[in-house]
């Protein structure tokens, strides 16, 4: 490298790590760091106990999955305003150590060799409540950590750290699980909860970015009127949802493409996941280089992106090939998350956003039941490829359906931007601290 191009260099590292120089985000994103392993690892733990326990059955499978996100369904829209009108840091405290402590007596059973199909059932529905609470919280609480100037930064690092954490995870998992068996790694999972309490812990209250006092009341009713009228969020989140039912349903459809087409083992699986999770981190290290709310048509384009490399993935004739599919899969699979949440959140109003996050989150991570089930009797019925072949294929057809209407809309002279704030505007309006 010349002397030349080093200054430019070092100036893109700057810019891409910009948030890291906030101690309260660093102190945050280093405690997600280990935490999200270890949940990775349990994806692979539990996965591979449940095809263990049932003869590798899809059905099985996706119904642990719908136990896992039903409570986002029911309980998101509530969480969003108990952090919309509580101390945020303090409910993600509360959720991680109930997380840690579900998470350690599953594994003790799991050592104890009394683990049946129906503790993994009921585990995946407990934890599933907690992560109702957990993940509108956390989404809206990065924006406390760092201001709305740095939000979209922020954000895509937070994707960077989950899927370098994704990437890690799965693939100790299945060496773990080749020497060990399932239990240790459940184990290791539940100490690694304990990261993110200390990281929360040692955030200082003082430097968060709040917006004032915090409403006494915050309705799920006056959330979803205030989705209502923003006719520039509707479109994004419709496409949010199918994206999220249909496309999203790779911890049914990796471990069931590793064992039933391909007959590979643990490790083979892990592969698979940490291909997949391998081109998000990409695609999140790519999105630390935006600046300000993407245009509704990045989002619909990439939607239409990653739909298309999800069939790809699904005909993939070989084990290599599905690897090298899945790796791109990933990138399109983040870009398109990042793209939609930074469009919805940039554009919101603070007083609402853990509202308007817990909507998204209803919406991307709550309607994973009913795509699971299906997705699993599909699997179950034609074969493991046809739910990444269906699930590509929605993903296309619905973002070609809202661009449609988009350039409609667009044809037709309707502000798309009416109420959204620039990331700027947005820093001064909640530059008050606590």
């Given at each position: ?18 948030s ?16 999200v ?16 326990l ?19 369904l029911?309980?998101?829209l509530y ?28 594994a ?15 585990f995946?529905?407990?934890?599933g ?17 760092v201001?709305?100037?740095?939000l979209p ?5 937070s994707?960077?750290?989950f ?10 998992a ?20 304990l ?6 812990l ?8 709040r ?12 959330g ?5 009228a923003?006719?520039d ?9 199918v ?12 471990p ?10 643990a ?29 509704a ?19 993939a004739?070989g084990f290599?090939?599905a ?26 109003d ?8 817990a ?8 309607t ?9 009797a ?6 493991a490829?046809?739910?990444l072949?269906?699930?590509?294929t929605?993903?296309?057809?619905t ?31 909640s530059?008050a601290?606590?």
């Open positions: 490298m010349s002397r030349q191009q080093q200054p430019a260099v070092r100036r893109v590292l700057a810019t891409a790590f910009q890291l120089t906030v101690r309260n985000f660093r102190l945050f994103a280093a405690g997600q760091l280990v935490s392993a270890g949940t990775w690892m349990m994806v692979v733990a539990q996965d591979w106990l449940v095809l263990s049932t003869g590798d059955s899809g059905t099985a499978l996706g119904l642990v999955t719908a136990c896992q996100f039903a409570p986002l029911l309980l998101t969480a969003g305003g108990l952090a919309d009108r509580h101390d945020k840091r303090r409910l993600l405290v509360a959720a991680n150590l109930a997380a840690g402590a579900l998470a350690l007596l599953l003790l059973l799991v050592l104890s060799g009394a683990a049946a199909l129906w503790h993994v059932y009921l995946a529905l407990a934890l409540t907690v992560n109702a609470v957990e993940v509108p919280t956390r989404m809206s609480f990065v924006s406390e950590l201001g709305g100037e740095l930064n922020a954000s895509a690092l994707a960077a750290y899927n370098t954490a994704r990437v890690a995870g799965p693939a100790l299945g060496l773990m699980i080749g020497w060990w068996g399932t239990g240790p790694v459940m184990l290791l999972n539940a100490v690694s909860f990261a993110t309490v200390l990281g929360l040692l955030i200082r209250p003082g430097e968060l970015y917006g004032g006092t915090r409403p006494e009341r915050a309705g799920v009713g006056e979803i009127r205030y989705m209502l923003r006719r969020l509707l479109p994004p989140m419709a496409l949010v949802a994206v999220g039912m249909l496309g999203f349903n790779f911890q049914l459809t990796l069931l493409l590793a064992k039933t087409v391909f007959h590979t083992d490790a083979a699986f892990g592969l698979l996941t940490t291909s997949l999770a391998a081109g998000s981190l990409v695609a999140a290290f790519a999105g630390t280089a935006r600046r300000g709310r993407p245009p048509a990045l989002v619909i384009g990439s939607a239409i992106g990653f739909g298309t490399l999800e069939v790809l993935a699904g005909l004739p290599g090939t690897v090298v599919l899945l790796f791109l899969t990933g990138f399109g699979a983040i870009w398109f998350a990042q793209a939609a949440n930074h469009h919805i959140q940039l554009g919101t603070p007083a609402y956003r853990g509202r308007v996050m909507l998204y989150t209803l919406v991307f991570q709550g994973t039941p009913l795509g699971a089930l299906l997705t699993g599909l699997s179950e019925a034609y074969g490829r046809s739910g072949l269906a699930g590509g929605a993903c296309v057809l973002a070609l359906a809202v661009l449609a209407a988009h350039r409609g809309r667009q044809d037709g002279g309707t502000d798309h931007s009416a109420g959204s704030l620039t990331p700027r505007e947005e820093s001064g309006q530059r601290r606590s």
